[in-house]
Nanobody, 129 residues
Framework: QVQLVESGGGLVQPGGSLRLSCAAS????????TGWFRQAPGKEREFVAA???????????YYQDSVKGRFAISRDNAKNTVYLQMNSLKPEDTAVYYC???????????????????WGQGTQVTVSS
């Protein structure tokens, strides 16, 4: 079983940056595809970004259109950690951000919550002046 703990959220002004971290337990983190989702008040949880598992020869990164060019997902398998670098933040980015991992995440299902087996508790990101 994998346990995920997010950190790095907080209050930032529009145009600012935050770096979210997701620390995972276990020795097999590199075998999991990982993603970030977010949920704003009154809205459904939505896909933000995903990165393929390390065992895949050709790694791929995927992003929601609204964050392309602003957010970057990365992972450090040695530290069992996945990151979400968020730049040029906008008020509409305000949400609780969740880290997720799954052993069967593919290029066809990475946007679906059902593809992920493990979820963190979330970290609040607030973008406001």
């Amino acid at each position: 079983q994998v346990q995920l703990v997010e950190s790095g959220g907080g209050l930032v002004q529009p145009g600012g940056s935050l770096r979210l971290s997701c620390a995972a337990s276990g020795r097999t983190f590199s075998s999991y595809g990982t993603g970030w989702f977010r949920q704003a008040p009154g809205k459904e949880r939505e896909f933000v970004a995903a990165i393929s598992r390390s065992e895949i020869i050709t790694r791929s990164e995927y992003y929601q259109d609204s964050v392309k060019g602003r957010f970057a997902i990365s992972r450090d398998n040695a530290k069992n950690t996945v990151y979400l670098q968020m730049n040029s933040l906008k008020p509409e980015d305000t949400a609780v951000y969740y880290c997720a991992a799954g052993n069967f995440v593919t290029y066809t299902n990475y946007k679906q919550e059902s593809a992920y087996d493990y979820w963190g508790q979330g970290t609040q990101v607030t973008v406001s002046s």
